[in-house]
Every structure is written in structure tokens, then in C-alpha cells.
Antibody, heavy 124, light 111 residues
Framework: QLQLQESGPGLVKPSETLSLTCTVS??????????WGWIRQSPGKGLEYIGS???????YYNPSLKSRVTISVDTFKNQFSLNLNSVTAADTAVYYC????????????????WGQGTLVIVSS | NFMLTQPHSVAESPGKTVTISCARS????????VQWYQQRPGSSPTTVIY?????PSGVPDRFSGSIDSSSNSASLTISGLKTEDEADYYC??????????FGGGTKLTVL
């Protein structure tokens, strides 16, 4: 059964870079037809798509975050990572990683399964 | 890009049926499939409906999905409500570049 687990600092200072890693187990991140994505949920708010990456390194980024986001993949470690720079309090959220079904290979775009999520607080 | 608008909250009694709507702001609701996720308190989202009306294995048939082109919206219907259905529900579709678009979420209270 595929599982995803986020890891990284729970506290980041304003203007610094938020860095998280998602470790995939029970399956290969190199599997054909799947992207690997990041989604966040601000306290008491809804879900916001951040971006996704394929095992080749091809990426999609939410235009509203694109200037600050970098997603990378390490196929040897079966991990992918999120870097979000110049963070502010507005970036405080629970960050989820998820397997992303892209329209290129599937009939729809969806996210399944999701990791348990990790809370990142931006504060000095 | 388009937006998906959901009611902030709905409430219903156990055993009853509830419907949660998801209205698309521009473009046809039928142009891209809609998914529905359930998020129980303290947990991550799980899929209850994909491709407008398909249930993943393990999701009870009390959950059903549909779209309505006349109102340009999707709906999630839960029948025979149980207290365990109390959760936040999110609709999700996508744009032309494979990016996910989420609704704001609906809090379902089972009274």
C-alpha cells in the first residue's frame, strides 16, 4: 500500500526558506504516469495546490506561488522536496504531499493518497 | 482560471440525506471531471468520489456524485447519514495545465 510521509522543520522565520521532504514507501516514485504533488491548508482554511513534479523533473506550479516555489525529486531516495522562499506568516499551514494523477495519463486530475501532513509555522 | 464555490456548512440528522454543492465560476462543469474528498478532524483528505460519480473501493454506496450542467455545478449526496460522516468535504477539479483547483470546503455536521 502506497504511503507518503512529510518531514521538515515545524518553525521557519519570516523571509527564510521553508523546506520539506516527502518520502514515498510501498511504491516507486519512478512509476510511469504519476506526478508527485504538494498541497497546503492554512489554519481554518481550505486546500491550496502548490505544485507537482514527475520523475523526469518536469514540474507544474501554482501561478500564485510560482515565483517562490521549487520542487525537486530524488528517485534514488524515493523522495521529493518542496522549497518555498521568502516566507511570511501567510505561509503558515499544514503542508501535505500526495500522489498526483495527471490528465496526460489518466482521465482526470486527482490526488490520492495523501500524507498525514506537517504543520509549518512562520514566526520569528 | 475558474473557482469552485461550496456552501460553508450544512447540517442534517442521522439517517437523513444531505447534498453538498460545488459551483464552477466559469467554463463548463462538464469539461473537467470533479472529485470529492472527505477530511475528518485531524486527518488528511481521502477520496470519496472521483470522475464526477465513481466511488473508490471501500467507500460505501451511500456516497454518490453528480453534475448538473444547467446550474454548472457538481453535487455530493450522502444518504443514510451516520455520525462518522461528520467531516469537511472538498470538491476538486483542474485546469488545462493539470493543476488542481479546490473548492473552499463544506463542514458537514450530523446532528
Amino acid at each position: 500500500q502506497l504511503q507518503l510521509q512529510e518531514s521538515g522543520p515545524g518553525l521557519v522565520k519570516p523571509s527564510e526558506t521553508l523546506s520539506l521532504t516527502c518520502t514515498v514507501s510501498g511504491g516507486s516514485i519512478s512509476s510511469r504516469g504519476y506526478y508527485w504533488g504538494w498541497i497546503r491548508q492554512s489554519p481554518g482554511k481550505g486546500l491550496e495546490y502548490i505544485g507537482s513534479i514527475y520523475n523526469s523533473g518536469n514540474t507544474y506550479y501554482n501561478p500564485s506561488l510560482k515565483s517562490r516555489v521549487t520542487i525537486s525529486v530524488d528517485t534514488f531516495k524515493n523522495q521529493f522536496s518542496l522549497n518555498l522562499n521568502s516566507v511570511t506568516a501567510a505561509d503558515t499551514a499544514v503542508y501535505y504531499c500526495a500522489r498526483h494523477y495527471p490528465k496526460d495519463f489518466w482521465s482526470t486530475v486527482r490526488f490520492d493518497p495523501w500524507g498525514q501532513g506537517t504543520l509549518v509555522i512562520v514566526s520569528s | 482560471n475558474f473557482m469552485l464555490t461550496q456552501p460553508h456548512s450544512v447540517a442534517e440528522s442521522p439517517g437523513k440525506t444531505v447534498t453538498i454543492s460545488c459551483a464552477r465560476s466559469s467554463g463548463s462543469i462538464a469539461s473537467n471531471y470533479v472529485q470529492w474528498y472527505q477530511q475528518r478532524p485531524g486527518s488528511s483528505p481521502t477520496t470519496v468520489i472521483y470522475e464526477d460519480n465513481q466511488r473508490p473501493s471501500g467507500v460505501p454506496d451511500r456516497f454518490s456524485g453528480s453534475i448538473d450542467s444547467s446550474s454548472n455545478s457538481a453535487s455530493l449526496t450522502i444518504s443514510g447519514l451516520k455520525t462518522e460522516d461528520e467531516a469537511d468535504y472538498y470538491c476538486q477539479s483542474y485546469d488545462s495545465s493539470n493543476q488542481g483547483v479546490f473548492g473552499g470546503g463544506t463542514k458537514l455536521t450530523v446532528l
